[in-house]
């Protein structure tokens, strides 16, 4: 593995363990070299995943950028890491477990609404603002009275459910 600080090729792995949902190995490493400690994630990948946007155009699935799209979404949000890892790796079990290695970026749009949803509502609002690229405040009220109407469905479900 490649140092980030000096991008020597000879670190070695000094402790090895799952991570809280059992879907990766969290691996600490140093670098032989500049001493650098890092952490590497090993994960298993079902199929190679590969993403058609809406121009047509084919890009290669990439774990992280769905991850830093979702951090900026949750940041200054009391959204706990583990949560949102949590997220993320479901959104790329639900993709791998389509069957086809062929993924509409629509649908990867869709699957980390859903899961900003049932994570936090105002990351869910940012990530919505981009993702359906707003152009006015009208557009902020649609999918806040969309949350509302959720929020009011879920409620009455509860209330089905006590009574």
Do not use: H, W
Not at 50 to 75: H, L, M, N, W, Y
Not at 79 to 100: A, I, N, Y
Not at 102 to 114: A, F, N, R
């Amino acid at each position: 593995m490649k140092c980030p600080y000096c991008s020597a090729d000879n670190s070695q792995v000094k402790d090895s363990r799952p991570t809280e949902d059992a879907s990766a190995i969290r691996r600490r490493r140093i670098c032989g070299d500049c001493g650098g400690r890092f952490t590497t994630f090993e994960r298993v990948q079902l199929r190679e995943l590969t993403v058609v946007k809406r121009s047509g155009k084919r890009v290669p699935f990439d774990r992280d950028k769905v991850a830093r799209s979702v951090q900026i979404a949750v940041r200054k949000r009391a959204v706990e890491p583990e949560r949102v890892e949590r997220m993320v790796s479901g959104v790329v079990r639900q993709l791998e477990g389509r069957g086809e290695s062929d993924v509409p970026s629509e649908e990867v749009g869709l699957l980390i609404m859903d899961g900003l949803k049932a994570l936090d509502d105002v990351a869910y609002v940012r990530f919505a603002s981009v993702y359906r690229n707003f152009r006015e405040a009208k557009d902020f009220e649609a999918v806040l009275d969309e949350l509302s109407s959720d929020e009011a469905d879920l409620n009455s479900v509860k209330a089905d459910e006590d009574a």
